[in-house]
Structure formats: C-alpha cells, structure tokens
C-alpha cells in the first residue's frame, strides 16, 4: 500500500513537472534517465517478467584466455585480475590483485596505477 502511494506522488510529480529524471543504480555506476512525459515513464519503469529474464536464453560460456605458454595473463575485461598458466594448453588459475592495484605485465605482479598502463 505504502509503494502504490508513493509511486502514485511520483506520478503526480512528474505530471506537475517536479520530477525530470529517473536513476536506475547498478553495482559500480547510476544510470540517469531524462523524463519528458507520462510516456516516457512508463517506457523507462515498464514491468518484467522475472520468469523470463531470470536466467539467460542461451547459455553463455566464460571467456578465459587461453594457456599457449607457461607464466601470466592478463584480463582483457579487468586489469586487476590474471591468469597464471601452468604449462602450455592447461587451463588456467584466475587471481586478483588487491585493491586499489591492477596487474603489471612486465614485472609479472600487482602494481600501482600510475606505473602501469591498462
């Protein structure tokens, strides 16, 4: 009861042109999202089925480099995680760097930002 009347003052905020945006936070950033009318709202807020956007359609595999050699890698998608590999086609062990760190190619270990180039 409590959401449906606040959902409702949003509306009428929005109606009486006091709300403008809407924010959708995420994990590590906030989306901002410009509302210009009634629709545009409902376009932004429409409901979604959980039964169909639970999991995902087709199943996705992991990407993870490939161990053409042994020694280090590092994430394409994350500069502070690496691989080590064994030894040559073995699959590889994932670590991360502490925070505040990401990982140095050269010297094979977790540096500072400044010192590397990601």
Known sequence: MLQMRCMFRWILWL???MVTQAYVTHEKFIEV????SMESLIDQLAPVDPALHAFPTTPTVPLL?????QG???????CGKFYRCE???SVPMAFYCQSGLIFNM???SCDHLQYVQC
Do not use: I, V
């Open 87 to 89: 030894h040559s086609y």
């Open 33 to 36: 999202h410009e509302l210009s």
């Open 106 to 108: 050269h010297t094979e």
């Open 72 to 78: 280090y890698l590092r994430d394409p998608f994350n």
């Open 15 to 17: 109606l009486m042109g």
């Open 65 to 69: 480099p490939n161990c053409m050699k």
